[in-house]
């Protein structure tokens, strides 16, 4: 059995403990799931997510550890590239044998049984990067979609953007 945290808000937590996490979200092909990463050894790797989430407007962040059998289908890819299915284990030696693993993603393509959730716990509050993985010296996507109204810096940034003709 391997394990793999979720990052979510501390809002649902009476609900996953009751029910599980909901696979409310949306994979590359369309489907429902739900996002992970399988624990390793270094915690900012494992945790790596937290900071992005957080942009979303979640503040206070829990982690919930699950186990999936080790022969269970997952799709695993670095985010905004093509993933591919592999069975857990595989997933996460993937991850964990890469030099560079910031920006990677596991999709399980289903929900998580309340039954199959190891602990539920918090996480630090700084962990992660913004943006992307190397996102430090590039100036941010200006577009709505990317950098939404009322954000924190997003006038300065659309200021800049309109100035350098973008």
Not at 89 to 110: K, Q, T
């Amino acid at each position: 059995m391997t394990l793999f945290t979720h990052l979510t808000s501390a809002d649902d937590v009476r609900s996953i403990r009751r029910a599980g996490v909901r696979a409310r979200s949306r994979g590359y092909e369309g489907t429902a799931g739900v996002f992970c990463l399988p624990i390793l050894p270094s915690y900012q790797l494992t945790h790596q997510w937290g900071r992005e989430l957080r942009r979303g407007g979640r503040r206070t962040m829990v982690a919930v550890d699950f186990r999936l059998p080790d022969d269970e289908p997952v799709s695993v890819g670095r985010y905004g590239r093509a993933h591919q299915e592999l069975p857990s284990a595989e997933a996460a030696a993937l991850i964990a044998g890469c030099e560079d693993a910031r920006g990677y993603e596991v999709f399980v393509s289903r929900a998580i049984g309340a039954k199959e959730i190891h602990r539920v716990r918090g996480v630090n509050r700084v962990t992660g990067w913004r943006y992307m993985p190397d996102a430090h010296g590039r100036f941010p996507c200006p577009c709505p979609g990317c950098l939404r109204r009322g954000e924190y810096g997003s006038a300065k940034i659309r200021q800049a953007a309109e100035s350098r003709g973008y």
